[in-house]
């Protein structure tokens, strides 16, 4: 006889998320220079706009590099996983909008909220729903940076949780 394996989880069941709910994330970041080159290193973008300080002091309006966009979505995302689906997502179903409306740099630090803006049960999964996500990322002087909406196939409270 096996004893069955619990494991603690900080997210949400898909009963618990109401729509209009916002989810001030505790986790903040500050997303520095050796971030952003890893990152945009490891993905294969050689653009020159996130590696290149020459260029872009000399050639961009922004005068020094910007932090990857694809690392501000995967931070935004990554910090509301804590307070959202750690623990209760079956998949993430995909992105519907992404968009950043100001850049961010070397050194800013990011905040994350998050809305519940669709809940509806899934007509083939029972044991699951499916909940649309707005996350929201700020950086340090609270300028949205990136909003990114997101479905999610989240799991049902178990009866025992």
């Not at 968009?99 to 994350?112: E, N, R």
């Not at 700020?138 to 909406?149: E, G, I, K, P, S």
């Amino acid at each position: 006889m096996t004893a069955e394996r619990i494991r603690p989880h900080g997210g949400k069941w898909f009963e618990e998320l109401e729509v209009g709910s916002v989810i001030p994330h505790a986790i903040r970041r500050t997303i520095t220079e050796a971030d952003n080159v890893l990152f945009t290193s490891i993905t294969m973008n050689p653009a020159w706009l996130h590696l290149d300080f020459d260029y872009a002091e000399n050639e961009t309006e922004f005068g020094r590099p910007l932090v990857n966009s694809l690392l501000t979505l995967a931070m935004v995302v990554g910090i509301s996983v804590h307070e959202t689906t750690l623990g209760t997502t079956a998949a993430n179903l995909g992105f519907s909008e992404v968009s950043f409306p100001a850049p961010l740099f070397h050194g800013d630090t990011l905040h994350v909220e998050t809305e519940v803006i669709e809940v509806r049960a899934s007509k083939s999964r029972p044991a699951q729903g499916v909940v649309t996500f707005e996350h929201r990322g700020f950086n340090q002087h609270d300028a949205l940076c990136c909003r990114a909406v997101r479905a999610a196939l989240m799991l049902r409270q178990p009866p025992s949780a």
